[in-house]
């Protein structure tokens, strides 16, 4: 039977919270904090053969609308950052079929070559070379659908990161970062370390290196009321976009910090006609600059979501105003941000690490708004996935290393993976129920 130490090393690896090189992981705690995943292949041979990867929505800080194009297209300059409110990918080789496998739990989800995801495997092989290789992608949707928060951009970044990660990195991120402009204007931004300064169509990215401190406290207000983009640009009315240089406003976020930046150069030109096209989002955004605590409070991209930066004096009477309400969900975020050579972590992961005594420990890092009983669920669902995956896993080696040498072993650790995903999703469902009640269509961020 495998040790406590490997089958907690493989299970660390699994959640994608460990460094993978030929199966060997080790993990470092840093408990209360946002976890840095170390996860990384630099060659074809010691590439994974399955990732769980993190797929972070985004707000836009500031938002200008230039010119409209001879295109029908819109030059932008915003101001893109990073939030600890996502979906899930898995991805995995698939060895056995000649085709990429793709499974939603949204119903709705197209699967044929319309998706994102599958675009971005499409056109990792084409760039690559690599026209063999094909994937099981699975997507744990958590963004709602028409939300300012480029949730389905996300997913496509995170696609190609992952392919090349299971490819053994045949392409570097500057590659990455330019290919991703032919599937859609904002999903170069995902490959980002977490704040970036957009313009063009939202495709030509300026990296913010160091990116905005990670950490700052947000709430996301989303009403299941939905608006197209092309609608919004429609409603649209030229004279009244802002004057404000966006170089400008983006030099001022970077000095003054988002909490100290005037309420008055938090802009966003799309704001105002998606307000023409619904009402009822104005009135809701009025509300939210009633509650006590938020600093600042604007909607994100071309909507429904507004942000919030701050928390409310009362926590408790704001998840009842607002989440409580028939047709309104609040999801509570942070920023967050990546290191260089590793993907964004997700802050609700629990941390599997190995203590001297070789004893497994699991430390949930508890996501906002989550209770220490839902907390404990989490453990006890994968604590209970990670035991069936432990009878599937062949006798560890003396040298006590994982090795992968044929595929009935490689096939027992992606059973595995699949039994401690599973039970992650049967959490998630009971926990979050119907919120983010449909998948965007995937089309272009401005059309």
Known sequence: MISTKVFALLFAAACGVASVEGFVSSSTSRLGNIQKSNLHATTAESAPDSLALFSPCKINLFLRIIRKRPDGFHDLASLFQAVGFGDTLTLSLNNYGESDEFTCNMEGVPTDSSNLVIRALELMREKTGKTSVYFNADLFKRCPAQAGLGGGSANAATAMWGANELMGRPATLEQLIEWSGALGSDITFFLSRGTAYCTGRGEIMTPIDPPLPSGAKLSIVKPNLGLSTPKVFKALDYDQLSTEDPQMLCDLFLKEGVVNTDDKYYINDLEQPAFDCL????ALKDELLE???FDHVMMSGSGTSIFCIGEPTDKDAFMKEFDERDGVS????AFISREEGSWFQDPSQPLTVVDESEEEVVAPIIEEGMTAEEAE???????????????????EPDNSEIVVEDEGSSSNFSKGLRSILNGQRKFEESRFGEKGASYPTP???LE
């Open 291 to 293: 509650v006590e605590g």
């Open 279 to 282: 009402p009822e989002l104005k």
């Open 330 to 333: 609040v999801f509570n975020a």
């Open 377 to 395: 669920r989490v453990r006890e669902s994968r604590l209970k996935a990670a035991e069936a995956m432990k009878e599937s896993i062949p006798a």
């Open 443 to 445: 089309s272009k961020w």
